[in-house]
DNA sequence: CCAAAAGTGTTTTAATTACACCCATGA
DNA sequence: TCATGGGTGTAATTAAAACACTTTTGG
């Protein structure tokens, strides 16, 4: 007990041992016209080659953290301009079944609909699959993932993260749709139009989307500048 | 790029450099008449020794991460019944001075007025500290500090945790200054007595704590089985 | 008897809920 | 012209906010 007790006494020591192996696993989330999915991969290494993963690297020892989870997403999705988060970090000694592996788990929103649909998955078995129907993941990942969207829920519900899973230009049922497949409930829409558009942090465009109507839906942005505003002044979103 | 993608591939070169090294830092809590505190340690080994610091120790290598946490909590503050969460994992390569240290800082809640007040601060020069008045702590510890404290006023407004910081039976004045504390803010306590109540989590017990009062103040203990039960129902609590 | 802290109610205001029909348009 | 999805308003209920005095009791 008192060896361990300081990190300096024991740091000689600690490092002769075999080491603890650091990891990012990174849980990814894209919504589409067909609800809210899971970016999940085919394991293509030993051990567990064959089955569903989430992605991850190691962390290299000149690399932050925070970039470790960089570099797995961008690799993937091309791009850069997407919501990622720390998650939580995972380091049950019987969690992975050979080295003793620590993960530090992201999650992260991409937005689909927008050019970058098209993922850069050569090299990678990899889809999407409805977040309901998640299939059985190597070691923890299930776990992580449902932390994920435990973390997904309550942040949508307190910081409007909904946006990061939309393109730039989206409209209300857009958004409804959204809230409704991450929450899988029902909402009144008239009530929830009222109360977004009451945040005064949608921008209206003057557009329509006719995609999906004759009629065409107004289409609306995130007033991003005025929510750093009015965050600073205290504000709370809350949906 | 293409090296550092899989895990597998990059596996033995990765073992062969220097590791990464594994750390817990915990950021310790504390709330009594005078207000809300922070427990911080003077280092006694270098680099860095004399400096203050929050408690920390490396992850041993069959040693799960919580445990390590649990392990570091329990010395100092002898037990047990405290309540501990995973806060974030600081891993900026520049965050330690010498070797690369990724740290997985938790945060705790102890409730002083107990017993357990009598801290086994032996071997440590510790010290309680008013959270508002931190002192520069050594590497990124003061970071910690702040994003311990935005989550314990996150988790406070819609999580029952104030409790983890008042002796088992507390009064309503206790409860009142202590969220005032945490928020620095005043609030109206006829408001804050009504919501409270309402809840229905807390126990009327009966008997008067006059301590701080002649008339004394009716004493209250949380209801954890109703909560648990209520939660399960999905019931969400607010402050 | 009085200082000091504990405790209590009401009114006003704002937010939430519940609810059903008209609008615009392309095919 | 009609089927389809987009859009709108109001009343009832409930919660939040603002506000000041009375109670108890040990010293």
């Not at 030993?46 to 992605?55: D, H, K, R, T």
């Not at 997403?73 to 050979?98: C, M, P, W, Y």
């Not at 519900?157 to 730039?168: T, V």
């Amino acid at each position: 007990m008192t060896t361990k007790r300081v990190k300096g006494t024991i740091k000689k020591a600690y490092q002769d041992k075999e080491p603890v192996l650091l990891a990012v696993d990174c849980i990814i989330f894209g919504f589409d016209i067909e609800g809210l999915k899971l970016l999940i991969f085919k394991r293509h290494y030993q051990p567990l080659a064959g089955e569903w993963s989430l992605l991850g690297s190691f962390v290299e020892r000149d690399e932050n953290i925070k970039d470790t989870a960089h570099r797995v997403l961008k690799e993937v999705t091309g791009f850069n301009k997407i919501f990622v988060e720390q998650l939580h970090t995972f380091g049950s000694v019987a969690r992975d079944s050979g080295d003793r592996v620590v993960s530090i788990a992201y999650w992260s929103l991409i937005k689909l609909n927008e050019q970058n649909t098209h993922l850069n998955v050569e090299g990678y078995e990899a889809k999407w699959v409805d977040f309901k129907k998640v299939p059985k993941l190597v070691l923890d990942h299930n776990e992580m993932v449902n932390v994920a969207l435990s973390r997904l829920r309550e942040r949508a519900r307190i910081r409007p993260i909904g946006f990061e899973l939309l393109p730039d230009k989206f409209t209300l049922p857009q958004l409804f749709n959204l809230y409704q497949a991450i929450y899988q409930t029902t909402l009144d829409d008239r009530n929830f139009r009222r109360k977004i558009l009451r945040s005064g942090l949608l921008l209206e465009l003057g557009e329509k989307d006719k995609s999906t109507s004759k009629r065409g839906a107004q289409l609306y942005k995130f007033d991003y500048d005025r929510y750093e505003q009015l965050t600073k002044e205290g504000y709370l979103f809350e949906i």
